[in-house]
């Protein structure tokens, strides 16, 4: 699928730059690969999060008093 982006001057030289330090094959690897790192941060994010639900939950009360019994 295509995609049209705009950018300003020094985002595109960054991805210029990144491109060819790094070998790649198009500006499309660069933002490709910029994206991938944003869905994983927004990942460790949700984990995070979840976590600290999970800790403050009834069900992490009982789940540490029955977790101790070798079951």
């Known amino acids: 699928m295509k995609l049209s982006v705009s ?7 960054f991805l210029d730059h990144y491109q060819r330090r790094h070998r790649l094959g198009s500006r499309s690897e660069v933002v490709q690969m910029a994206l991938k790192l944003l869905q994983e941060r927004a990942l460790e994010e949700e ?25």
């Open 7 to 13: 950018l300003p001057e020094p985002q595109i030289d």
């Open 47 to 71: 984990y995070r999060a979840a976590g600290e639900e999970w800790q403050g939950s009834e069900d992490a009360v009982l789940w540490d008093r029955v977790s101790g019994d070798g079951l």
